[in-house]
């Protein structure tokens, strides 16, 4: 099954979104992962985007897979992460035959998976290419920072291009929906896409019992800011879970 929700968003995700996101990550994923990683360990990075994620790691020497279900993402991280193997499979899905030291899973790409049934599905999918004692380490968005979506709205304009995003948070299906409109000047007309994606709020709770559920012997959980100093990462939490 593909997943390419993120195509037509591609472009603006990795022109305006990603600048400070890998040195964020690495400060945050240096105690949760790479203490405790051997070096030259082997890292897949699940709904890995445009890539920038897969770059810190392979900088520092891992050996990285990143896997996505947009086309269009991946042709970003062939660029930005040439060191990177590349393969495109959904997170519910991907099964490619082999283990790794660990499995990664970064900026609430997790929220994206709307459906519990579905997140059960791709934490197994962690679970089976892990070696015995691997982790797989991933982020959410708590409730607050779900609600406070909208007042993180976004607009950019460039010669050639623009988007305005806006969100807004509904408390009894616990979705965020980004409504994004799109402007690409191509060969003298602009044109305009539209697209919502949506993300859901999972408990804490929630997540511990799906990871057991998904054949996980133990989760540690992290809080960005009063955990890991990372004032930005201010309702951003961490799982680390391991078989
Ligand atoms: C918020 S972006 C995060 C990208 C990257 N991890 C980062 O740190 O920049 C979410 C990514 O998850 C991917 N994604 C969402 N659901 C997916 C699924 N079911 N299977 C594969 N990829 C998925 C999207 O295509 C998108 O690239």
Request: net charge negative.
């Amino acid at each position: 099954m593909a997943y390419d929700v993120y195509d037509s968003f591609a472009f603006f995700y990795n022109k305006y979104w990603t600048a400070a996101a890998p040195f964020l990550m690495e400060k945050a994923l240096e105690p949760l992962l790479f203490s405790g990683l051997p070096e030259g360990a082997e890292i897949l990075d699940i709904c890995c985007g445009t890539g920038n994620n897969a770059a810190m790691m392979a900088k520092r020497g891992y050996k990285v897979t990143g896997a996505d279900g947009s086309r269009a993402m991946l042709s970003y991280a062939a660029a930005n992460a040439p060191e990177a193997e590349l393969i495109e499979a959904d997170a519910r899905e991907i099964d490619l035959g082999r283990q790794f030291d660990a499995v990664t899973c970064l900026f609430d790409s997790i929220n994206h998976i709307t459906r519990p049934d579905d997140v059960i599905k791709a934490f197994g999918r962690a679970h089976a290419h892990l070696k015995d004692n691997g982790l797989f380490v991933f982020d959410v968005n708590s409730e607050r920072a779900s609600a406070e979506a909208g007042e993180r709205d976004f607009s950019a304009a460039d010669e050639r291009d623009a988007i305005i995003s806006s969100a807004g948070y509904d408390k009894k299906s616990r979705l965020t929906s980004y409504h994004l409109t799109m402007f690409m000047l191509e060969e003298g007309t602009w044109k305009r896409n539209d697209l919502t994606i949506e993300e859901k709020y999972y408990t804490e709770q929630e997540l511990v019992s799906m990871l057991h559920l998904s054949g996980f012997s133990g989760v540690r959980v992290s809080e960005g800011w009063e955990d890991l100093e990372i004032e930005s990462f201010e309702g951003r939490i961490f799982f680390t879970a391991w078989k």
